[in-house]
């Protein structure tokens, strides 16, 4: 009996491991149903209402008052996004750089944890942020450049974390090689790591592209909007973006504003899956390579 009594508790062991575990992937499951049917029932509702109030004069004519098209508010994303993109990404790819290669020192990890600080602070902050320091700090109004460097502080510590996650990839063994061959440390991080770590920090950037075009709150404090399209200036002139219009139309008690807001959370959804998609092309071919 002494004998036998290790026996069924190594069994008892085993079998509570694999009710665990069972129970485990059951619940792993029915959350990832919960989430697809969820994510499936969005999709649907955006982009069946979308698509019913999608014409072609909503993408060729401006928004009037509540109805018109959508022109200045997809030309407004797009150069926001890119004046984001513009500024973020020197700084971000910079900082990522030095946090990789430098990971050791005190600046480095003075930016690890800055970055890490900045992904959690609400977008609405940073538009506050956006609207006392620039909109009336230094005069600029509601403007593109106002928006777009709150856009670019959100963009920037996305930028910073992938670019140092995809250089630390980069093995050893390939730093050794370039500098047995005479390299310098420039040479070796410029001519050698940061090409072979590019499909990373090219995600990164798609990611935070996709989180600039669906933002709205900072948006809201520093960019304005504006029905026209944009007259060239970078401050002292608002202007329009896909979000807004979704925002303010969907509470209209119009069925033109409301048409506007579905059509244009069908353009934000369009953009963003696009994106997500490309991110996804060049994980893949990175590591076919």
Avoid at 18 to 39: F, K
Avoid at 80 to 94: C, D, E, M, N, Y
Avoid at 220 to 228: D, K, M, V
């Amino acid at each position: 009996m002494n004998m036998l009594a290790p026996v069924r508790s190594r069994h008892q062991v085993r079998l509570s491991r694999r009710l665990g575990s069972l129970a485990g992937w059951m619940l792993t499951g029915a959350c990832l149903l919960v989430l697809s049917v969820l994510m499936v029932w969005i999709l649907e509702v955006v982009f069946v209402r979308g698509v019913s109030a999608l014409k072609l004069s909503t993408l060729t004519t401006i928004t009037q008052g509540s109805g018109g098209g959508l022109l200045n508010a997809i030309e407004g994303t797009l150069v926001l996004s890119a004046g984001a993109l513009l500024l973020a990404v020197p700084f971000g790819v910079a900082a990522g750089i030095y946090s990789a290669e430098y990971r050791f020192t005190h600046w480095a990890v003075a930016i690890r944890f800055l970055a890490d600080v900045l992904v959690g602070v609400p977008s609405i902050v940073v538009g506050y942020f956006g609207y006392v320091g620039m909109v009336e700090w230094l005069g600029w109004n509601f403007s593109v450049a106002a928006g777009s460097i709150s856009l670019a502080i959100i963009s920037l510590p996305y930028i910073c974390r992938t670019t140092e996650l995809a250089l630390r990839q980069v093995s050893n063994e390939l730093r050794d090689a370039a500098y047995s061959l005479g390299a310098d440390e420039r040479r070796v991080i410029l001519g050698v790591c940061l090409p072979a770590a590019l499909p990373g920090i090219l995600t990164g950037i798609l990611l935070a592209l996709a989180v600039s075009v669906g933002e709205t709150a900072p948006l809201l404090y520093t960019a304005g909007w504006s029905s026209y399209l944009w007259d060239g200036h970078l401050t002292h002139s608002p202007i329009g973006y896909l979000t807004y219009a979704i925002w303010t139309f969907i509470n209209e008690p119009f069925a033109a504003a409301n048409a506007l807001a579905y059509a244009a959370a069908l353009l934000v959804t369009g953009f963003v899956l696009i994106i997500n998609i490309l991110a996804r092309f060049v994980l893949e071919r990175r590591a076919q390579h």
